[in-house]
Antibody, heavy 121, light 114 residues
Framework: EVQLLESGGGLVQPGGSLRLSCAAS????????MTWVRQAPGKGLEWVSA????????YYADSVKGRFTISRDSSKNTLYLQMNSLRVEDTAIYYC??????????????WGQGTLVTVSS | DIVMTQSPDSLAVSLGERATINCKSS????????????LAWYQQKPGQPPKLLIY???TRESGVPDRFSGSGSGTDFTLIISSLQAEDVAVYYC??????????FGQGTKVDIK
């Protein structure tokens, strides 16, 4: 059974940093791209970032480019999202997700339960 | 980036009746080399992550009831719930995955019971 478990969310002040983790199990982690999607309170879904199965290719939404860094550690079956220079508008539930695709995911068949990031002074 | 626009924003349907949600993309998501539409549909219930319903515009994900169906091609797509059940109350999103990222989602359509 595929499982994705996010952690690392919390309350942080504007300008601060946070690192999210997503522990994956139940599939060959290195064979699939991984994706982060976020959802602000009461709002819709927003794609944030993606990484290829090898980790050599990364992709970012314009809204986070230069501030967020996606990475993965295949020895730990874990996906990361390093978030720097956080803004109030980054407040959201952050989901990790995966599905078909090695260079990038086409669609998300599997989702974690999400971790809440709150940016507030 | 490709903009996805859903209609309506919300709808209320009687139990057992048909619900229709539309999704329009700002450019075609049909890849001519394989004749596939790079379009997915998700269902999200309160407090839960999204759940994949449909991919390649019309392929139902394993375990999804056959009352859910997807259709359309190019820029215009439809999700139909043929006979609404109480457990179908949720927000539904379309998503395009044409070419390299970013994905883009529609704004969501909230489905309620009338």
């Amino acid at each position: 059974e595929v499982q994705l478990l996010e952690s690392g969310g919390g309350l942080v002040q504007p300008g601060g940093s946070l690192r999210l983790s997503c522990a994956a199990s139940g599939f060959t982690f290195s064979a699939y791209a991984m994706t982060w999607v976020r959802q602000a309170p009461g709002k819709g879904l927003e794609w944030v970032s993606a990484i290829s199965g090898s980790g050599s290719s990364t992709y970012y939404a314009d809204s986070v480019k230069g501030r967020f860094t996606i990475s993965r550690d295949s020895s730990k079956n874990t996906l990361y999202l390093q978030m720097n220079s956080l803004r109030v508008e980054d407040t959201a539930i952050y989901y990790c997700a995966t599905g078909e695709g090695y260079n990038w995911n086409y669609f998300a068949k599997y989702w974690g339960q999400g971790t809440l990031v709150t940016v507030s002074s | 980036d490709i903009v996805m626009t859903q209609s309506p924003d919300s709808l209320a349907v009687s139990l057992g009746e048909r619900a229709t949600i539309n999704c329009k993309s700002s450019q075609s998501v049909l890849y001519s080399s394989n004749n596939k539409n790079y379009l997915a549909w998700y269902q999200q219930k309160p407090g839960q992550p999204p759940k994949l319903l449909i991919y390649w515009a019309s392929t139902r994900e394993s375990g999804v009831p056959d009352r859910f169906s997807g259709s359309g091609s190019g820029t215009d797509f439809t999700l139909i719930i043929s006979s609404l059940q109480a457990e179908d109350v949720a927000v539904y999103y379309c998503q395009q995955y044409y070419g390299t990222p970013p994905w883009t989602f529609g704004q969501g359509t909230k489905v309620d019971i009338k």
